[in-house]
């Protein structure tokens, strides 16, 4: 299983979008997805097709389970010994959090605005950096990928995110790129990579939303492709500025459900097979 966070602090960079429509493209293929909505907006939810505010059991009812994992005051020496050397798991049987919305080639944990408590709650909480993770790995060997959509800023939430992740992809905006911004998040991830997660990589930036027909776009691209190829991976795949995505969006399905010819879609299915060449080890 590979867990994938979607991430950058900016807002608008194509983030759920990316997460949904990655998905429903490696569902596509055969793979067992599940989409983790990781933002308190509620944005994925709604893009799979469901009403947030119903939504009664959410990823943050797991995460505040993790959180106060019953321990018995019953369990002897040897049970609480043995444990100090397992790794925390959630039971997700417990709180049934997993949906199959809208016919989508994935599976989904919602959101919805009381996800905006994380932060005041896990604040207090011992390793709050690590609630996800424990949710997560009740998780592993049920899908091929974990898509976590994060919020745009890089707070408790999308920590939680990149402390459980394998590897981030980092959607950019074709019509913005300040290098001051990438410093910022690099600087994260950095942090997290050497202090909670040493497998943490970066998987490729993604650009997004460019369009062709103008010269700042083309020029935004190359400029992001020049700045970061050296070090870091750039997708080859380019998301472009198409009607149907944010239809799509609107209408609660996946890009390849909803226009399966239009250029959008055939962008995320490029991206797909892009992720699957990497994760086999097929391209360098």
Known sequence: MSIIAIANQKGGTGKTTTAINLGAALGAQGRRVLVVDLDPQANATLHAGLMPEKQERTIWSAMQEAIREPRSEEEDLRDLLNSLWEEQTFDPTRIPIIQQPNDNAFDLVPSNLELSEADLTLGSAVSRERCLSTVLNGLRGEYDYILIDCPPHLGLLTINALTAADSVIIPLESAFFASKGMNQLFRVLLQIKQTLNHRLRVLGVLI?????????????????????????????????????????????????RYAPRSRGAQAYRRLAAEVEKIQHGETD
């Open 208 to 256: 997004t939303r460019v369009d062709q027909r103008t010269v700042h776009s083309r020029q935004i691209a190359a400029e992001a492709r020049a700045a970061l190829g050296e070090r870091v991976r750039v997708f080859e795949t380019e998301v472009p500025v198409n009607v149907d995505l944010s239809d799509a969006t609107a209408a609660g399905v996946s890009i390849l």
